[in-house]
């Protein structure tokens, strides 16, 4: 509680630090199992590899960027029914 | 005696004295009603309580396999709400949620239309109260706009009830196929309580806008409610996978951009009451006891989200992304919570959102409707981003807020604790929440292709996240509204409304000048007859005139009368 304010900023980036090493980490070992586990799918494809991983990564980057072009539409300023 | 009455109403009834017991010793008054209540579930299975009336059977207590899960996770979210509103001296509330809840409890007991629609309205008006008790102008006006969208709700299932008691004179709330008017109507009443697209501008409108304590009491009750009753009187029925799967997708874009984290949360509920309305849609034993196992873990890790995001802004005052940030330290038990919560809505294996959402999962494989299943795998993944990601992040870390607070009073920690606890307990004993399901549950949700599958979805979209926040390529939290299906009547109506409005009035007063102009026309004419006639004597006036037509008239009437 009583941490100087002024050195927050170089805690969060530290914390992000280790957060993305941890992530890091545990995509390597789920790349290493993908080669030892038989991952059943509801269709052939999804069977591929690291075809989860894909999926993941792909529709999270797709959501951001549409939603940015949302953004664009249907964002208004705070008081806009007020 | 206790035990005969319908689980919920004694919570209803006890809710009358609540405004003069002290503070404290009501909470542990409304602790021992809901208790009451849930001893009440113990007749178990079978018709409890019919009491006829104009000449109509109303099924006041009927349980079954279906109403007993959500039975028991209702008086569950009923008791954690009093927890976490300990510190609250607000008899108001108090009463507005014990009643709500007991309101819900009942209607799941309810074994008629009619019935079901008395209780259905009442949950209405119990809990309109939790978001006129913000007090702020915005509050009062959301609450209005709620609360109409609410009463149409019922007014619309007493409609269609009304219509089968006069057809078939039979209101049982039984499975029915969709097709003729009245189970239309009752379908349409179900799909706003449960905030179908274009249904849900309510959910999002107000839900944020009660109270820390309110938002948790009606995140739990109103929508599940109607998920029950759309998995009791429409399971099966194909259009629900359209429904739930577009109600899975499209909260996702806006729960992004969105800055009131509580505003997020009911983007998410959105999502996840997508998931159920797809099982229902389904039908199968499997996906009904998924819709069932997703509502009741839904229920817990949802309130944990808005306790945590309720006792941010009971602390801090704001719960805007733009204005908070690096609460962990000042907040590390909330934080802890929160993310509980994120990984249990996320369904990271081990928690409670994974056991419930492999079975709906499995369900849409089995029945092979392939397409629904990847729009479901790709809403999974927007729910990491808003609930897993986004709620936690901006809360308690993206950036050094300076935001000098402490952790929230202790009975919100102990309600987070128990629902964090639970979330948890869940996810790894799967087969405590499989017991109480509809049908016979042959399930193990954890083999090691479905959890790597799992994990692969959810570590990879979180370094998505990663990358876009190092290359700073993330959107940045704008103080801002986003226009959500409330538009339709907060702007649109009004702004096409109003000008039709005005060119009526226009055209109207237009007509009645004119009408003016002829009436004054004819007068002229006759006035100038009066006084200057072809022969005979000058009328003095327009009244005697028009008395001397009367007359007239009479006469004629008179004469052909006597012929």
Redesign the interface.
């Known amino acids: ?1 009583s ?1 100087p ?1 002024s050195k ?2 170089s ?2 980036q530290r ?2 630090g280790i ?2 090493k941890a ?2 980490g ?2 390597i070992v ?1 790349f290493g ?2 080669f030892f ?7 052939s494809a ?1 069977e591929s590899f ?12 797709f ?2 960027q ?3 072009w ?2 664009l539409m ?5 008081d ?3 | 005696m206790i035990s005969h009455m319908p689980p919920g109403l004694i919570m209803i009834l006890a809710a009358f004295l609540l405004p003069v017991i002290p503070h404290v010793w009501r909470q542990i008054y409304m602790l021992g009603a809901i208790a009451l209540s849930a001893y009440g579930l113990f007749l178990g299975a079978g018709t409890h309580l019919v009491w006829t009336v104009l000449g109509l059977d109303l099924i006041l207590y009927q349980a079954d396999a279906l109403s007993l899960p959500f039975a028991i996770i209702f008086h569950l979210a009923a008791a954690l709400n009093v927890i976490y509103s300990w510190h609250d001296r607000d008899w108001q509330q108090h009463c507005a949620s014990l009643s709500y809840a007991g309101a819900a409890i009942a209607a799941l007991h309810a074994g008629d239309l009619v019935s079901l629609f008395v209780w259905w309205e009442a949950t209405a008006v119990t809990s309109v109260f939790l978001i006129l008790a913000s007090g702020t102008e ?1 509050a009062r006006k959301a609450a209005m706009r709620y609360l109409l969208f609410q009463v149409t709700s019922g007014v619309l299932l007493l409609a269609g009830a009304a219509i089968l008691a006069s057809t078939s004179g039979d209101i049982r709330f039984t499975k029915m196929d969709l097709g003729d008017a009245a189970t239309w109507l009752i379908f349409i009443a179900f799909g706003i309580k449960a905030a179908f697209p274009f249904l849900n501008g309510w959910l999002q409108d107000a839900y944020p806008e009660a109270t820390p304590t309110g938002t948790v009491a009606l995140s739990a009750f109103t929508t599940k409610l109607a998920i029950y009753a759309l998995a009791r009187g429409f399971p099966g029925t194909d259009i629900l996978i359209w429904i739930g799967a577009a109600m899975t997708a499209l909260p ?3 729960a ?2 969105e800055n009131d984290l509580r505003r997020v949360l009911a983007f998410s509920l959105n999502n996840q009451l997508g998931f159920m309305v797809v099982a229902v849609g389904i039908g199968t034993e499997l996906a009904l006891n998924g819709a069932v196992a997703h509502a009741f873990v839904h229920i817990i890790y949802k309130a944990l989200l808005f306790m945590s995001m309720g006792a941010v802004l009971h602390q801090v005052g704001t719960i805007k992304a733009s204005e908070l940030g ?1 609460l ?3 907040m590390p038990f909330t934080m802890v919570c929160c993310i509980i919560g994120a990984m249990s809505i996320s369904a990271f294996p081990l928690f409670s959102g994974f056991v419930a959402k492999s079975l709906t999962m499995s369900a ?2 089995d029945a092979g409707i ?1 397409w629904a ?1 990847f729009v479901l ?2 809403a999974s ?2 729910v ?2 808003h609930s897993g990601i986004k709620i936690p992040y901006f809360a308690f ?4 807020s ?1 935001i000098e607070t ?1 952790e929230a009073p202790i009975g919100m920690r102990v309600a987070m604790g128990i629902a964090a606890f639970l979330c948890v307990g869940i996810g790894v004993f799967p087969s405590l929440l499989y017991s109480i399901l509809p049908y016979a549950v042959d399930y193990h949700p954890y083999d ?3 959890v ?15 990358v ?3 290359l700073k ?3 940045p939290e ?7 299906s409330d ?1 339709f009547y ?2 649109l109506a009004p702004m096409v409304g109003l000008p039709l409005l005005r060119m009526v009035m226009l055209v109207w007063s237009g007509l009645l000048q004119q009408m003016r102009g002829l009436v004054n026309a004819i007068w002229d004419r006759l006035d100038r007859i009066m006084h200057s006639p072809l022969a005979g004597p000058t009328v003095s006036g327009r009244a005697v005139l028009i008395q001397a037509g009367l007359l007239t008239l009479l006469l004629l009437i008179a004469y052909a009368a006597a012929g």
């Open positions: 509680m941490t304010s927050s900023p805690d969060l914390l992000g957060f993305t992530l890091l545990i995509a789920l199992l993908e586990i038989h991952r059943h799918g509801v269709v999804e690291m075809f989860p991983a894909l999926y993941g990564f792909l529709a999270f980057l959501i951001v549409v939603g940015k949302l953004r249907i964002m208004r300023k705070e806009y029914y007020d | 915005r996702v874009f806006f992004v951009i690096g962990y330290k000042k849409l494989g392939i299943y795998l790709f993944a927007g990491l981003e870390f993206a950036h050094d300076k402490g090691a292709g479905h790597t599958s799992q994990m692969q979805l959810l570590i990879f979209a979180m370094l998505a996240f990663v876009l926040v190092r390529l993330y959107p704008i103080p801002s509204v986003v226009l959500n538009w907060r702007r």
